[in-house]
Nanobody, 123 residues
Framework: QVQLVESGGGLVQAGGSLRLSCALS????????MGWFRQAPGKEREFVAA????????YYADSVKGRFTISRDNNKNTLYLKMTSLRPEDTGVYSC????????????????WGQGTQVTVSS
């Protein structure tokens, strides 16, 4: 059974930082490109960041460039998202996804999705 489990969300003040984690089980983690998406209340899910299988290439939404960093540890089967300089508009449910390649992941065409973790940024 394939599982993606996110953790690390919470309530933080504007300007603060959080690090999200996503653990994959049931599949070979290093075989997948990975990504983060978020969904704010009343809005559609949006792409945040993606990383290729080796970690050598990363992609970001313009809204998070320079503030968020995606990384992975293939030995620990874990994906990370370091978020700094958080803003109230970063609030939402953050989900991780695993897909064939970063093009598929970035376009929301992933094979597997996690349930998500809530991030709330207060002003």
């Amino acid at each position: 059974q394939v599982q993606l489990v996110e953790s690390g969300g919470g309530l933080v003040q504007a300007g603060g930082s959080l690090r999200l984690s996503c653990a994959l089980s049931g599949r070979t983690f290093s075989a997948y490109a990975m990504g983060w998406f978020r969904q704010a209340p009343g809005k559609e899910r949006e792409f945040v960041a993606a990383i290729n299988w080796s970690g050598s290439s990363a992609y970001y939404a313009d809204s998070v460039k320079g503030r968020f960093t995606i990384s992975r540890d293939n030995n620990k089967n874990t994906l990370y998202l370091k978020m700094t300089s958080l803003r109230p508009e970063d609030t939402g449910v953050y989900s991780c996804a695993a897909g064939r390649d970063t093009v598929m992941v970035r376009n929301g065409l992933s094979d597997y999705w996690g349930q998500g973790t809530q991030v709330t940024v207060s002003s």
